[in-house]
């Protein structure tokens, strides 16, 4: 273990969906900055699962700051590729899930993305037509974002951002609340940037707080980790291994996700669970006969969590700002 290039600081918190303040120990030793663990808890009235003590604000603007976020920590550690060399792949992905979104909410206008990274999801919906501008913390994204695409990404927390009210057809967290101190507030402070009866589309992970991970995590000492492989084991967070940074300070469950966007003021349309597809298995042609085993482990798992037949890894919230609303 090595020193953290910055100081680090800790605070501790309550349940973000609910506000109880007596949760109970859920995983410890989850996550690293230099020599400082941090362990996961769980709210015993809503299930909710954060990071507690959790760092506190310096240190996450430092955290989001520091260049090996997108380099290294990128989705899980499973891919070969950072996310910057996935380009191409990533904007031909997004320009599918606008499709879906412009058949689902019969709309096209002007978006904006919380969170807009390198800029993928957005460029893909500006080559359709859309008008498109994102808020971003991290330096590097927002540099590389600005240095490969023509489109306003704002530097900085979405309170200072400078939109005007009723201005976006569609709003976008995508993988974005899991990171925020206060996602209900992040939400309201959303809505009023939305058109009254716009959209609101929310993605965020929910396998840590799920029965496959307290699963997982209560037989990971017997899993066979050399049929799972190393890339299989860091997505399912099995072993000691560091999992980096805290950046996911919050793991919410479906009840949880409801229930956060209803009270931030929104009319859930529609709520969908799916498995995210590690692209190591997806992309490649010559897969072992392991991998193929795998591959169809995981279509298989999606389409039952699809159909709630199988607790979501991942769940898909699309809203709506009431059109008589303030
Ligand atoms: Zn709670």
Redesign the pocket.
């Known amino acids: 273990m090595s020193a953290s290039p910055f100081p680090v600081r800790t605070t501790t918190w309550a ?1 973000s ?4 303040d007596a949760p109970r120990a859920y995983r410890m030793g989850m996550y690293t900055i230099g020599d400082t663990r941090f362990n996961l808890v769980r ?1 015993r ?2 299930s ?1 699962v954060y990071v507690n003590p959790r760092p506190n604000e310096a240190t996450l603007g430092a955290m989001y700051r520091d260049e090996s976020d997108y380099a290294n920590g990128y989705n899980l550690g499973v891919e070969d590729q950072n996310y910057f060399e996935r380009k191409d792949e990533l904007i031909a992905l997004a320009g599918v899930a606008w499709e879906r979104i412009e058949q689902e909410t019969e709309s096209q206008g002007r978006a904006l993305e919380l969170g807009s990274a390198g800029g993928f999801f957005l460029e893909a919906a500006r080559c359709r037509g859309w008008d498109v501008a994102g808020v971003e913390l991290s330096p590097h994204a927002v540099r590389y974002c600005k240095g490969e695409f023509d489109f306003p990404v704002f530097e900085g927390w979405l309170e200072d951002a400078p939109y005007e009210p009723d201005s976006f057809d569609l709003a976008i967290a995508d993988n974005v609340l899991e990171h925020t101190t206060d996602p209900r507030g992040t939400l309201r402070q959303l809505r009023p940037l939305i058109k009254p009866g716009g959209h609101v589309l929310v993605i965020v992970p929910t396998y840590v707080n799920s029965a496959f991970f307290r699963l997982v995590n209560l037989t990971q000492r017997i899993l066979p980790r050399k049929l799972l492989g190393p890339k299989l084991c860091s997505m399912l967070k099995i072993g000691d291994s560091d999992g980096g940074y805290p950046y996911h300070i919050l793991e919410f469950n479906r009840a949880n996700v409801i229930e956060l966007v209803k009270s931030a003021g929104f009319e859930v349309l529609r709520v969908e669970g799916s498995l995210p597809r590690p692209a190591h298995l997806f992309k490649a042609k010559d897969l072992s006969r392991v991998n193929r085993l795998w591959k169809g482990i995981f279509v298989l798992l999606d389409h039952l969590m699809a159909l709630r037949l199988a607790p979501a890894a991942r769940i898909r919230l699309l809203a709506k700002r009431p059109v008589h609303s303030t």
């Open positions: 349940c969906i609910c506000g109880a709210c009235d809503c909710l």
